[in-house]
């Protein structure tokens, strides 16, 4: 083994520990070494043989090393009824936002419920690399976040870093923490080039100035710049806004933000600054109004609501299979629009009465979906930034216009390329016809048959070609998952719980 692969397997053994909550001690215990052994282990220090690996992995009931390992695929065995009861996790997009918000707190943040995704776990690399201590706490996903007293934003974990777009906002909260900082450009979801000047538009009134150079951030802060006037924000995006807030939350004097996305995740942020002592008036408007505090030291509990995406695809997966399921703890104040649409389109539901989530905040019910012959809108299908239709719940229309009676146009004028992504339902025999980037006629209702498909590179979009799956008729594969992990947890296992027949696998 070169010193390279050593490093990569150390990391790699690192990560895992850490997944697992055990520290190096606990982990020498299990495989009756010292403590000394695994620190060499984990930087690369140690020849290992393959009986080491496979004890190191058992302990940590991870595939470290597998044989011939690439990626992971899906099997899909349909067409698919589904029934029982499932409930909606945490939100993907709170979470996240918490991750970077936890980095304004110098004391103990600890999250209820973290959604335990491939986007949290770059996340968690890339903090651990700046000193924070992150533990997974139990089962629950409860994740415990303590800071160093000063964050080594020299080491950033450069590898994680681009295999996520949420790094961006550590601008907000890093801002206060030094004076000059580099961060790795962002990666995610390949959806065209997504612009970060309105990121630096709302941070500019902070004293940020960042020049992109050579693949990274290069950011320089001017402490004797101040917001003078209420900051406008150019685009209406919810981790645009989140870094206004982020970077207003350790700003002493009281900052307003105008055109203030009011979308769920920035609610949970704002439900979480509250906690941490920030005054915070507006939310679930477009402007809000926040008072800072020049320090936050405190030990903060926080248990993020339910995401409304994951409700969605949830209602999708239904909708298409036209099963009777019941979806617990669904945020319907980011369903209601899309609940209204359905209902024009024909679907049947129950809907219990209101009970609040685990922040004391957001309102959840519990939804019964009917099986129901859909027909096509009157409209065309559009998403708008909150209260409108969710920019993330439009791909889920592709699949349920599919099934409809009818011609749909479905209109994704947000993302330059993702509407394209939708003819991929074509493959399995649907009727979508892409009129431009961002335009696509679809026609129904569709008889799906099973058939074999790359995922793509989108992370809604790769959910509804397997939402299809479940629906078709015979055997399909959808391979290179990957992107689905990104954002959902467990959910063909989920799914299978509710009656799906979905096997991963991988090639020999």
Same mark, same amino acid.
């Given at each position: 083994?070169?010193?390279?692969?050593?490093?990569?397997?150390?990391?790699?053994?690192?990560?895992?520990?850490?997944?697992?909550? +055990?520290?190096?001690?606990?982990?020498?215990?299990?495989?009756?070494?010292?403590?000394?052994?695994?620190?060499?282990?984990?930087?690369? !220090?140690?020849?290992?043989?393959?009986?080491?690996?496979? $004890?190191?992995?058992?302990? +940590?009931?991870?595939?470290?090393?597998?044989?011939?390992?690439?990626?992971?695929?899906?099997?899909?065995?349909? %067409?698919?009824?589904?029934?029982?009861?499932?409930?909606?996790?945490?939100?993907?997009?709170?979470?996240?936002?918490?991750?970077?918000? @936890?980095?304004?707190?110098?004391?103990?943040?600890?999250?209820?419920?973290?959604? $335990? *995704?491939?986007?949290?776990?770059?996340?968690?690399?890339?903090?651990?690399?700046?000193?924070?201590?992150?533990?997974?706490?139990?089962?629950?996903?409860?994740?415990?976040?303590?800071?160093?007293?000063? +964050?080594?934003?020299?080491?950033?974990?450069?590898?994680?870093?681009?295999?996520?777009?949420?790094?961006?906002?550590?601008?907000?909260?890093?801002? !206060?923490?030094?004076?000059?900082?580099?961060? %790795?450009?962002?990666?995610?979801?390949?959806?065209?080039?997504?612009?970060?000047?309105?990121?630096?538009?709302?941070?500019?009134?902070?004293?940020?100035?960042?020049?992109?150079?050579?693949?990274?951030?290069?950011?320089?802060?001017?402490?004797?710049?101040?917001?003078?006037?209420?900051?406008?924000?150019?685009?209406?995006?919810?981790?645009?806004?989140?870094?206004?807030?982020?970077?207003?939350?350790?700003?002493?004097?009281?900052?307003?933000?105008?055109?203030?996305?009011?979308?769920?995740?920035?609610?949970?942020?704002?439900?979480?600054?509250?906690?941490?002592?920030?005054?915070?008036?507006?939310?679930?408007?477009?402007?809000?109004?926040?008072?800072?505090?020049?320090?936050?030291?405190?030990?903060?509990?926080?248990? %993020?609501?339910?995401?409304?995406?994951?409700?969605? @695809?949830?209602?999708?997966?239904?909708?298409?299979?036209?099963?009777?399921?019941?979806?617990?703890?669904?945020?319907?104040?980011?369903?209601?629009?899309?609940?209204?649409?359905?209902?024009?389109?024909?679907?049947?539901?129950?809907?219990?009465?209101?009970?609040?989530?685990?922040?004391?905040?957001?309102?959840?019910?519990?939804?019964?979906?009917?099986?129901?012959?859909? !027909?096509?809108?009157?409209?065309?299908?559009?998403?708008?930034?909150?209260?409108?239709?969710?920019?993330?719940?439009?791909?889920?229309?592709?699949? *349920?216009?599919?099934?409809?009676?009818?011609?749909?146009?479905?209109?994704?004028?947000?993302?330059?390329?993702?509407?394209?992504?939708?003819?991929?339902?074509?493959?399995?025999?649907?009727?979508?016809?892409?009129?431009?980037?961002?335009?696509?006629?679809?026609?129904?209702?569709?008889?799906?048959?099973?058939?074999?498909?790359?995922?793509?590179?989108?992370?809604?979009?790769?959910?509804?070609?397997?939402?299809?799956?479940?629906?078709?008729?015979?055997?399909?594969?959808?391979?290179?998952?990957?992107?689905? !992990?990104?954002?959902?947890?467990?959910?063909?296992?989920?799914?299978?719980?509710?009656?799906?027949?979905?096997?991963?696998?991988?090639?020999?």
């Amino acid at each position: 083994m070169t010193e390279g692969y050593k490093g990569r397997i150390g990391n790699l053994i690192r990560d895992a520990r850490k997944h697992r909550g +055990l520290t190096q001690h606990q982990l020498a215990e299990l495989l009756a070494t010292s403590q000394s052994a695994i620190n060499r282990i984990e930087k690369g !220090h140690q020849n290992l043989s393959l009986e080491m690996l496979a $004890r190191i992995g058992a302990a +940590l009931d991870s595939e470290i090393v597998a044989l011939g390992a690439g990626p992971t695929h899906l099997r899909v065995s349909g %067409p698919t009824t589904l029934s029982g009861s499932i409930d909606v996790k945490t939100s993907k997009n709170a979470g996240v936002a918490l991750l970077c918000a @936890s980095l304004l707190n110098r004391g103990r943040t600890t999250l209820r419920k973290v959604a $335990r *995704i491939e986007e949290v776990n770059r996340l968690l690399e890339v903090l651990g690399s700046l000193g924070v201590h992150t533990k997974w706490l139990n089962d629950d996903n409860d994740l415990e976040i303590i800071p160093p007293k000063d +964050l080594d934003l020299g080491n950033i974990d450069e590898a994680a870093a681009r295999r996520t777009r949420s790094v961006i906002m550590f601008l907000g909260p890093l801002l !206060h923490r030094a004076d000059t900082f580099e961060l %790795p450009y962002a990666g995610g979801c390949n959806l065209g080039t997504r612009t970060v000047e309105p990121h630096m538009s709302a941070l500019r009134p902070f004293g940020l100035e960042v020049k992109a150079t050579d693949g990274s951030y290069h950011a320089n802060v001017n402490r004797a710049i101040e917001p003078g006037r209420p900051i406008v924000l150019t685009e209406r995006g919810d981790s645009v806004t989140e870094n206004a807030l982020m970077a207003a939350a350790l700003h002493p004097g009281t900052t307003v933000i105008r055109n203030a996305s009011s979308n769920y995740m920035v609610q949970d942020l704002c439900f979480f600054l509250r906690k941490l002592g920030v005054e915070v008036e507006g939310v679930g408007t477009t402007t809000l109004t926040v008072t800072g505090r020049s320090t936050i030291d405190v030990d903060v509990d926080y248990a %993020p609501s339910e995401d409304p995406i994951e409700a969605m @695809s949830l209602l999708a997966a239904a909708i298409v299979t036209k099963s009777e399921i019941t979806i617990r703890r669904a945020p319907i104040e980011f369903l209601e629009l899309e609940l209204a649409l359905l209902e024009e389109m024909g679907f049947q539901y129950h809907r219990s009465e209101e009970y609040a989530a685990r922040n004391g905040c957001t309102r959840l019910v519990d939804l019964t979906t009917k099986p129901s012959e859909l !027909h096509a809108p009157l409209d065309k299908i559009h998403p708008m930034p909150f209260p409108g239709l969710n920019i993330d719940n439009l791909p889920f229309f592709a699949v *349920i216009a599919a099934v409809a009676e009818g011609q749909t146009l479905l209109h994704d004028w947000v993302y330059e390329n993702r509407a394209i992504y939708f003819t991929d339902l074509n493959k399995l025999g649907a009727q979508v016809k892409l009129l431009d980037p961002h335009r696509v006629m679809i026609e129904g209702p569709t008889s799906f048959t099973g058939t074999e498909i790359v995922c793509p590179p989108a992370l809604r979009p790769a959910v509804v070609i397997l939402l299809a799956m479940l629906a078709a008729k015979g055997t399909s594969v959808l391979r290179s998952t990957y992107v689905i !992990h990104r954002g959902y947890e467990d959910l063909a296992e989920r799914l299978n719980l509710l009656g799906a027949n979905i096997e991963p696998f991988r090639d020999i």
